[in-house]
C-alpha cells in the first residue's frame, strides 16, 4: 500500500526554462486514454490509467487511477486517483485545481489545491487546515508533470529542464535532463525513445518516451519505495 501510494503519475510543465530551444505550440491538446502495466521489482502490482479530456469554460481535465490487482497492493485493495484541472496559457499549461486521494483497506490519504491566477494565490488542504502561498506562472501541479514534458518533447525540446511545481507548502524548482536513448519494448510495442531523468539529489526517477507517437511516457521507473515500473499497453487518441 505505502509503495502504490507514492506513485504520482506526475511529472511537470510548462513554464519550462529549457535551454537552447524554440518556443512552444501555441496548438491546443487533444484528448487520449492511455492504459499501463504497474509492476514492483518485477513482479505486478496493478494497472494505471491516464484520461485527458476537455473540460467547462476553457479548462482541460486530466486523471490517472492506479489500482493494485496483485501481491499486497491487491489484498489492501489499495488505489490512487488525481485530478488535474487546467488551462492552456500561450502555449502551456497551468494548474486551477489539484485533486489526490489514496484509499486501501486500513487508510485514506487526501490533498485538494486551488490557485487563484487572479490574485496568484495557491490554497492547499489536506484536512488540518488550509495554507496558502503565492503562485508562479506556467505552475502545475504533480499529477500534470509527465504529461507536460511530453507536450514540450514533441516540440522537439532538449537539454535541461527546470520546473515550477505546486507542492504542499510551495513552489519548488524541479531538474530534468533529457537525453536520447535506444529503442524500448513495452507491451504496446518498439519505440525509439527520449530520456527523461531527474536530477536533483535523492530523486531517483526516469521516463522514457516517444514524442512522435505519445504525450506521455511508454515506460517509468521510479526508485522511491522500490522499483516502481510503468509499461504502456496502449493508447488510444479522443
Not at 65 to 70: E, H, K, Y
Not at 83 to 102: A, C, D, I, K, V
Amino acid at each position: 500500500m505505502a509503495n502504490l501510494s507514492r506513485l504520482h503519475i506526475s511529472i511537470f510543465t510548462a513554464g519550462l526554462l529549457l535551454s537552447g530551444v524554440a518556443s512552444a505550440s501555441t496548438s491546443a491538446p487533444t484528448g487520449f486514454v492511455a492504459h499501463y502495466q504497474v509492476s514492483r521489482d518485477g513482479q505486478p502490482l496493478g494497472t494505471a490509467t491516464l484520461t485527458l479530456e476537455p473540460g467547462q469554460n476553457g479548462a482541460y481535465r486530466y486523471t490517472s487511477q492506479v489500482d493494485g490487482s496483485a501481491g499486497v497492493a491487491a489484498l489492501l485493495a489499495a488505489s490512487v486517483n488525481e485530478e488535474s484541472q487546467f488551462r492552456w496559457n500561450h502555449g502551456t499549461p497551468e494548474s486551477l485545481e489539484y485533486h489526490y486521494q489514496m484509499q486501501s483497506a486500513f487508510k485514506t490519504r487526501h490533498r485538494q489545491m486551488s490557485v487563484d491566477w487572479n490574485s496568484g494565490q495557491v490554497s492547499v488542504d489536506e484536512g488540518k487546515g488550509v495554507q496558502h502561498y503565492a503562485a508562479k506562472p506556467g505552475m502545475v501541479d504533480h499529477n500534470l508533470l509527465l504529461l507536460a514534458i511530453g507536450w514540450n518533447l514533441q516540440q522537439g525540446r532538449s537539454g535541461t529542464l527546470s520546473v515550477p511545481v505546486a507542492v504542499r507548502q510551495t513552489v519548488e524548482t524541479e531538474h530534468f535532463t533529457v537525453s536520447k536513448d535506444g529503442p524500448v519494448t513495452v507491451p504496446a510495442g518498439s519505440f525509439a525513445t527520449t530520456r527523461v531523468d531527474r536530477s536533483d539529489a535523492g530523486k531517483a526517477l526516469s521516463a522514457w518516451y516517444a514524442p512522435a507517437k505519445f504525450p506521455v511516457p511508454v515506460k517509468l521507473s521510479q526508485q522511491e519505495g522500490g522499483d516502481i515500473t510503468m509499461q504502456l499497453v496502449d493508447f488510444k487518441a479522443e
